[in-house]
């Protein structure tokens, strides 16, 4: 690695306030912050840490955390910005730009693919880490490459699309040790016909067998995603907290068997359904719920909700006591879809 310059370092902030840096809005502090605006910075960054053997996190909007502690390592805020159409159709864009930006741009340059995707928090480096999706569509149908700074082999790598072994909620770049791969650069190949993405009940319902434009795609995606998600900048939450768990066909026979009504939705692999995690905790009967100050959203069960000032732990505890309501009540473990830190 080239020696950084000192002046690459000047942001960093010692005991920093995280508050601003999750969409839950609790209060946590980290050892270090840098808000990185530059791969210079960034590399920077790396090279701190290691020299003071601290732990490293990235955050974009900080949209998919709950800091449950302070964090005692660095914080790398990424803020790089830039995109750049390729041809007709391929877009590189900088990992910090936000996420629904992307896809409103997108859409206004006449490409298309992304409208689904449409209102989801956060930035573009975050969007394959859990690979995100939304109304039937996950990203990664639309990723080329993804350019990360691979901070063990200390330069910038490239993954190709089968490299990230994109899965539900899940990618290569989730399973690695945490703080191991910074991504810098998205690429994606977007559509120049619009071909929309109706299958998803929601659309469906509404667009039955009529064509819809990706322009009526996006408009109805905000609106359905409006009037049933809180919107962060007023009420702290993180989205769905747990993903949803996929269980085996014996195990909703089982469920069905004691008169359940689950619902279960085949997955690509044979003899594996998806069960709605929310289904599951609305019907353990925690929608609404309150404790203390943190609370599970009143119009969707997989949602915590902060409701002013709540501690992480508080929200953490809420979480770990429905996941076990779940788990005694259905034999069904959750996984927390969010980064508990
Ligand atoms: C109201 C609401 C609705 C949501 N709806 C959805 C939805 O429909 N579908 C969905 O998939 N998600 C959804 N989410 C979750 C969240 O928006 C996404 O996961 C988003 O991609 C997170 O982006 P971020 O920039 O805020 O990431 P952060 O929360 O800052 O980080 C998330 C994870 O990615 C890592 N990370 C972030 N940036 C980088 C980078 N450049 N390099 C390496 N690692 C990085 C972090 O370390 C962390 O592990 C929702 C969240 C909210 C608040």
Redesign the pocket.
């Known amino acids: 690695m080239t020696q950084p310059n000192p002046s690459a370092l000047e942001a960093l902030q010692e005991d920093a306030d995280l508050t601003r840096f999750n ?1 839950f809005g609790v209060e946590a502090r980290a050892r270090y912050l840098l808000e990185c605006h530059s791969v210079e910075q960034l590399r920077a960054g790396v090279e701190f840490a290691r020299d003071n053997r601290l732990g490293l ?9 709950l800091f449950v502690n302070d964090y005692p390592g660095l914080v790398l805020a ?1 803020r790089l910005k830039g995109i750049v159409l390729e041809g007709e159709s391929t877009l590189r864009v900088a ?1 910090g730009e936000s ?1 629904h930006a992307l896809v409103e741009w997108s859409l206004s340059e006449g490409l298309y693919g992304l409208e689904n995707l449409a209102l ?4 573009v ?3 394959p ?2 690979n ?3 109304y039937g569509v996950e990203v990664e149908r639309f990723i080329k490459r993804v350019v990360v700074f691979d901070t063990e082999l200390a330069q910038e790598v490239i993954f190709d699309k089968t490299d990230c072994a994109f899965a539900y ?1 899940d990618s290569v ?1 989730k399973r690695a040790r945490r703080g191991r ?3 810098i650069e998205v690429e994606f190949e977007l559509l120049t016909r619009a071909s929309p993405v109706l299958s998803y009940v929601p659309l469906a319902e509404r667009f039955g067998a009529a064509d819809a434009t990706p322009r009526q795609v996006f408009d109805a995606v905000c609106e359905i995603r409006r009037s049933k ?2 919107d ?1 900048r007023l009420v702290g ?4 907290f747990f993903k949803n768990p996929i269980v085996s066909a014996s195990k909703v026979e089982s469920l069905r068997g004691q008169g359940s009504d689950v619902p279960a939705y085949a997955t690509d692999e044979e003899g594996l359904f998806k069960v709605p995690a929310a289904w599951l905790l609305e019907a353990a009967g925690w929608k609404g719920k309150v404790r203390g100050r943190a609370a599970v959203y009143d119009a969707h069960s997989l949602v915590l909700v902060n409701l002013g000032d709540a501690s992480g732990e508080e929200i953490y505890l809420l979480a770990q006591e429905m996941a076990s309501s779940v788990l005694q009540r259905f034999g069904i473990a959750l996984q927390t879809e969010v ?1 508990l830190v």
């Open positions: 969409t996190l990235v955050l974009g909007e900080g949209s998919n955390v990424n990992a996420w989801i928090p956060g930035t480096g975050a969007a880490i859990q995100i999706g939304a909620r770049f791969y910074l991504i998600l809180p962060p939450n993180a989205g769905s980064l």
